[in-house]
């Protein structure tokens, strides 16, 4: 892996590193800048508990490498600390080892973005690539929803 | 039972001061050997010890899993924890409260005023508790906002100069590595080391992208002798299990009638599947070792780990932090033992091990595979003559301990650590294969029987509800049967086999409640199961809907509970929604497949859990007396899920024997 300084914004912030290029976005994210939101479930792109979003869509920063965030808008949940969503997964319950709730809350907030009244089953299918063992499903249905009917105030 | 190992707690830790102590003012802190295993237990017991001292929950820290200050309490069992640590906290915080009267606590700690015991000073009439309901809400909803930002899980720990390790992927439990080529891993960007213990390896590297680099071309590169061979059923494992164990035999067999009918509900091998995985971080410097670890008993990982490593118990510190969820008897002891292995040869850095998804997979304990059957005998009256329940299982116990060195490491050593045999938990503790395996209904003898394959040639270990959940609904089946034989409607035929009112009760709530029918269109049918977890822990009677299509679906379902007093009520109706959506998971979808002895999943792909557009849309109450003692809560549904499913596949599809995962094929091949 070759190093080399990638810059892009992260949370609203420009942020320039350098790390090896082809390193997954996770690490970075992680180890080098700290934000342990992101966390790691497979490696494998199919579990969701690393989705950021990039320009607005979703991606599983285990299975993207740094180049190609390069010159891009990368948004994590660190940067969600006000967000209506937030309040509404807290406020729900919505979670119970809440280890695969960061990436839903990316998820959530890519589609709330786009779709700012979604109904039932466009908030499960922008949710279907997200895991969570624990069952917490219901109560993160309902948390998206609430944070929806929020943001429309 | 409650009673003895609660006079148990109070025996080994007698003082007020083992469990509380107050720190700074305004500050309390609960020592606790239950950990929090994603269960909302350090609500539940923050909740209890704010009431007993009639404090704000604000006030109120947990300092729970340590080895180095606070009571050793066995495991986090989900069902045990609220009922035990719950009462011991009640006890001494209300005998706290009865020393210091209208004085200060924090006054009255400072003098050694609470190094008293807590049964010499309970209060003899009960003290006036303030409502918390307010207090629970906003601690729960402030623990999930710093479970998504903060993280705070053993996996998001940095110390100084940490070093990260994963361990090569062992593709059979038997494997031996017969060669790994050293030097060309070594020269690996990154690489530190490369650690070989005979056939136990490891990667070490300075970063995570770094060392998972290397590890995955350590595991193209590793040569490996394993065993092969084809595919093998859970019942051709289970099948050498000749030894018959009868765990209940009483009652007096009927001389009048003789009609049997079977249910028969039976599961693979399943695993834990958590969302993260399992991950330790050990520490050797001065001959000490301190290890980092969501395992659920710190102590009896303590133990075990000193026993392998052959350090005295006082040379290990073991400190609990959250881990993904937990279900049961995970890897977590095993990649804490590795870690500790790592650390040993490593002497200075911490040393953190995380599993790669496919270890999460395979590496820690499977859950048993295991098959149920009941057999009523009919009498002439319609009621139930005999019931028989015989149960063939893999082994549910193989946790760590003292004088149990059980990691998945320890045989592959150069000088191999073994296993203590496995066994099954006592029934003091509910038992393991046979949970649940006595009905509540009665009748006029009743038989339990067991075959436990101890020697079986695979890890498995204790998951959530053990043995009941496929007890349960072989005892449903057979009752839905039954009634049906006898012409009976199957609530009113369970209703008058019960004694306890109840039992009775949340059965009929739960019918009211969905509109229970037993009609079926052909494409949908709806079931009805009902079980007390353990028969002394929380009732919980579940209806939920099938539909037949592609592959079977379950739109709703509905569950009524009495768990006694509700110390932190949502907290119950989510461990509800959680487990029967696990329980459908396991149900409808899940199996680890044993090919040539070893389990084969690797990836999400082929271990597939349920997805949001497959759960149903779920009803929770609870129906408690809240005047009634806490009962366990932790893993009631899990029984009446599978059994409600089952007698509603039944209605659908005739069978009175099911083998789950009801996947479209296994569903197929079972109703030809
Ligand atoms: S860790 Fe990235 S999808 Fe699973
Ligand atoms: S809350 Fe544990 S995995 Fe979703």
């Known amino acids: 892996m070759s190093d080399g300084r990638v810059s892009f914004t992260l949370n609203g912030e420009p942020v320039e590193i350098e790390a090896p290029e082809a390193e997954p976005l996770l690490w970075t994210l992680r180890n080098r800048l700290g934000l342990t939101g992101a966390r790691f479930g497979c490696g494998e792109g199919s579990c969701g508990a690393c989705a950021v979003l990039v320009d607005g869509q979703i991606e599983t920063s285990c299975s993207l490498k740094l180049w190609a965030v390069e010159g891009r808008r990368v948004e994590t949940v660190e940067g969600l600390g006000d967000h209506p969503l937030i309040a509404a997964f807290a406020a729900e319950r919505a979670g119970q080892c809440g280890y695969c709730l960061s990436g839903l809350v990316m998820r959530a907030k890519g589609l709330l973005d786009n779709t700012p009244d979604p109904d039932r089953a466009e908030i499960i299918a922008a949710l279907d690539e997200g895991l969570c063992r624990c069952g917490a499903h219901p109560r993160i249905l309902r948390a998206v929803a609430r944070a929806a009917e929020d943001l429309r105030g | 039972m409650t009673g003895m190992k609660l006079s148990k707690s109070l025996e080994n830790?007698?003082?007020?001061?083992?469990?509380?102590?107050?720190?700074?003012?305004?500050?309390?802190?609960?020592?606790?050997?239950?950990?929090?295993?994603?269960?909302?237990?350090?609500?539940a017991l923050r909740r209890i010890v704010a009431g007993a001292l009639n404090l704000p929950m604000a006030q109120i820290?947990?300092?729970?899993?340590?080895?180095?200050?606070?009571?050793?309490?066995?495991?986090?069992?989900?069902?045990?924890?609220?009922?035990?640590?719950?009462?011991?906290?009640?006890?001494?915080?209300?005998?706290?409260?009865?020393?210091?009267?209208?004085?200060?606590?924090?006054?009255?700690?400072?003098?050694?005023?609470?190094?008293?015991?807590?049964?010499?000073n309970l209060p003899d009439t009960p003290q006036a508790e303030p409502d918390l309901l307010l207090d629970l809400s906003v601690a729960a909803s402030e623990s999930i906002?710093?479970?998504?930002?903060?993280?705070?899980?053993?996996?998001?720990?940095?110390?100084?100069?940490?070093?990260?390790?994963?361990?090569?992927?062992?593709?059979?439990?038997?494997?031996?590595?017969?060669?790994?080529?050293?030097?060309?891993?070594?020269?690996?960007?990154?690489?530190?080391?490369?650690?070989?213990?005979?056939?136990?390896?490891?990667?070490?590297?300075?970063?995570?992208?770094?060392?998972?680099?290397?590890?995955?071309?350590?595991?193209?590169?590793?040569?490996?002798?394993?065993?092969?061979?084809?595919?093998?059923?859970?019942?051709?494992?289970?099948?050498?299990?000749?030894?018959?164990?009868?765990?209940?035999?009483?009652?007096?067999?009927?001389?009048?009638?003789?009609?049997?009918?079977?249910?028969?509900?039976?599961?693979?091998?399943?695993?834990?599947?958590?969302?993260?995985?399992?991950?330790?971080?050990?520490?050797?410097?001065?001959?000490?070792?301190?290890?980092?670890?969501?395992?659920?008993?710190?102590?009896?990982?303590?133990?075990?780990?000193?026993?392998?490593?052959?350090?005295?118990?006082?040379?290990?510190?073991?400190?609990?932090?959250?881990?993904?969820?937990?279900?049961?008897?995970n890897g977590a002891d095993d990649v804490a033992f590795e870690a500790a292995l790592?650390?040993?040869a490593r002497p200075g850095a911490p040393i953190r091990l995380a599993w790669r998804r496919a270890d999460e997979l395979t590496r820690g304990p499977l859950a048993p595979a295991m098959r149920s059957r009941a057999t009523i005998t009919l009498g002439d009256d319609g009621g139930i003559a005999a019931f028989d329940l015989d149960i063939v299982s893999a082994p549910h116990q193989r946790r760590p301990g003292p004088g149990k060195p059980n990691f998945a490491a320890g045989p592959l050593l150069d000088k191999p650590v073994l296993p203590a045999p496995a066994s099954e938990p006592p029934p003091a503790n509910g038992g393991g294969s046979d949970r649940n395996g006595v009905p509540m209904y009665r009748s006029g003898a009743l038989r339990v029987a067991r075959r436990v394959a101890y020697d079986i040639p695979l890890r498995t270990s204790a998951m959530r509800a053990l043995g009941a959940y496929a007890n349960v609904a072989a005892i449903e089946l057979a009752m839905d049967a039954a009634a049906e034989e006898t012409r009976q409607d199957p609530v009113s035929f369970r209703q008058a086999a019960l004694d306890d009112p109840r039992a009775r009760d949340v059965i009929r709530r739960v019918v009211d409640l969905s509109g229970f029918a037993t009609e079926t269109d052909g494409d949908s049918a709806m079931g009805l199961g009902f079980a007390r977890y353990k028969n002394k822990a929380g009732y919980c009677a579940v209806v939920l809907e099938v539909m037949a299509g592609e592959s079977l679906s379950v739109p709703r379902l509905w569950a009524v509970a009495d768990v006694g007093e509700a110390i932190d009520p949502d907290g119950v109706v989510a461990q509800i929604e959680g487990g029967a959506i696990q329980a459908l998971s396991w149900s409808l979808k899940e199996e680890v497949p044993i090919i040539g002895g070893a389990p084969a999943v690797s990836d999400w792909e082929s271990y597939p859990i349920l997805r949001f557009s497959e759960i149903p849309e779920i009803k929770v109450a609870l129906i408690g007396d809240p005047a009634s003692p806490p009962l366990g809560a932790g893993e009631i549904a899990q029984g009446p899920v599978a059994a409600a499913l089952a007698t509603a596949v039944r209605r659908l599809f005739g069978l009175s024997s099911i083998s789950v995962p009801l996947t479209p094929d296994a569903l197929a091949r079972q109703i030809i």
């Open chain 2, 13 to 43: 830790y007698p003082l007020i001061s083992d469990w509380l102590k107050f720190p700074e003012p305004g500050r309390v802190s609960v020592r606790s050997g239950r950990v929090e295993i994603g269960q909302g237990i350090s609500l």
């Open chain 2, 61 to 120: 820290d947990l300092v729970a899993g340590d080895t180095r200050s606070g009571p050793d309490e066995n495991y986090t069992a989900g069902s045990m924890s609220v009922e035990l640590s719950g009462l011991a906290l009640r006890a001494a915080g209300q005998a706290a409260r009865a020393v210091a009267g209208q004085g200060d606590f924090w006054a009255i700690a400072a003098s050694g005023g609470f190094d008293v015991p807590i049964r010499d």
């Open chain 2, 145 to 329: 906002r710093d479970r998504i930002l903060g993280g705070g899980y053993i996996h998001d720990l940095r110390l100084p100069d940490i070093v990260h390790a994963r361990v090569l992927t062992q593709p059979h439990p038997q494997a031996r590595l017969l060669d790994l080529p050293l030097a060309e891993i070594e020269a690996m960007p990154g690489v530190l080391a490369v650690h070989r213990d005979g056939s136990f390896a490891a990667i070490l590297a300075a970063s995570e992208a770094e060392v998972m680099s290397a590890v995955a071309r350590a595991d193209s590169l590793a040569d490996w002798d394993q065993p092969d061979g084809g595919v093998q059923t859970a019942d051709d494992l289970l099948a050498g299990t000749a030894q018959t164990e009868v765990m209940t035999d009483t009652g007096v067999d009927a001389v009048t009638g003789n009609r049997r009918i079977t249910g028969e509900f039976a599961r693979p091998f399943l695993t834990h599947a958590s969302i993260g995985t399992c991950c330790a971080i050990a520490q050797w410097h001065d001959d000490r070792l301190n290890v980092w670890s969501h395992a659920q008993g710190p102590f009896q990982l303590k133990a075990g780990l000193a026993h392998a490593l052959k350090l005295a118990q006082d040379q290990i510190d073991v400190i609990h932090m959250p881990g993904a969820g937990c279900y049961g008897h």
């Open chain 2, 342 to 344: 790592l650390a040993r």
